[in-house]
């Protein structure tokens, strides 16, 4: 070991505040799609009463709110794991998973950027860690995470990324390592925009619960309202259009939640299965979904002016839109 290179030990990953008030903002909208329903049933079929109504009911459940985030303080706190340079090597070690990644210096490559580039604890564990700018160690091609799952979602083997540098101090250190070792730099992931962060997936995937419900009920009356200036029969028109709320709403949320992912010009480095089995996946269960709607369309006959021409017409509109939906995820999944 060079005698100027002292040894490097940092927890993985301490959390800032971000991490607490993140927890807050989603107990908060939890709070307010809690009392979502309970304003609709007083206001309908009054559109602005109801969203007064679930502000109000949201801001009344913030104290408790308040409360539960704050005693998860010591969780948000909890170290994930350590990352060790010994003057030469660097070495991750993960709580959780155990898997020990090491390498030396010299071989990794490091840029500049958000700390959720990190594939290092596993993506299982990252969920409310605090955002901020850090140094990134990518280990060499030969040394990659494995394939793993977190709930319901399987991530794809990828490459190790370790953020370190995450307080002043140990910035310094790893700045000094890094100038008198010369690892490359990675100018190309440096150039990229960062990952979308867990965090930033429920936050957004909250936001847009209302907003596509609202979008569905806008664009389901809208289209009734279009279709019966056309002089088209009424039940025909409430089978075009009621799909278009429900499971228009559905259609809608999916394709918001995934917009952030779409529109990156490059994949994230936390890379979703894709392949045969993905796909197949994803057809089986729209399928399953298709089916389900398609039963409460024919379901329905006889309820609320809903007759067999109002569920040809929602059979036609919900087989044609799945369809697509299915088209769009199949090219979406394909192996890169």
Known sequence: MP???EPITESLFPKNAAAYWSIFVQLQVAAC????PIAMTIAWP????????????????SPICLIFAGTQTDYLHRKLGTVHFDGETVSVYDKEYGSPYSAKLVDC????????????????NLICTGFGEALLIVFPESI???????????????????AVGLTPETRRQWEYVIDWLGPERDLRRESLASPVSMEFTVLWTFMMLPVSWFTGLWSSRAMDNLLTQWNVPADIALGISFPLFVPGTIWICILLI???????????????????????????RMACVTGLLLFGCWGMIGQNNWTERSAIAATVVIVVVHIALLIGFWHLLAEP
């Not at 799609?33 to 979502?36: A, E, P, Q």
């Not at 009054?46 to 459940?61: K, P, Q, R, S």
């Not at 990659?144 to 370790?162: D, H, L």
């Open 3 to 5: 005698k100027d290179l």
């Open 33 to 36: 799609l809690v009392s979502f």
């Open 46 to 61: 009054f559109f602005w009463d109801a969203v007064l109504y679930t502000f109000i009911g949201g801001l009344a459940l």
């Open 109 to 124: 490559r490091w840029f500049v950027g958000n700390r959720t580039w990190g594939t290092v604890p596993l993506r299982g």
């Open 144 to 162: 990659k995470t494995p394939e793993y799952r977190v709930r319901k979602m399987v991530y794809a083997i990828g490459p190790a990324i370790v």
């Open 258 to 284: 995934a917009f952030p992912v779409i529109r990156r010009t490059e994949q994230d480095v936390h890379q979703s299965r894709r392949g045969r089995a993905a796909q197949w996946d994803a057809v089986i």
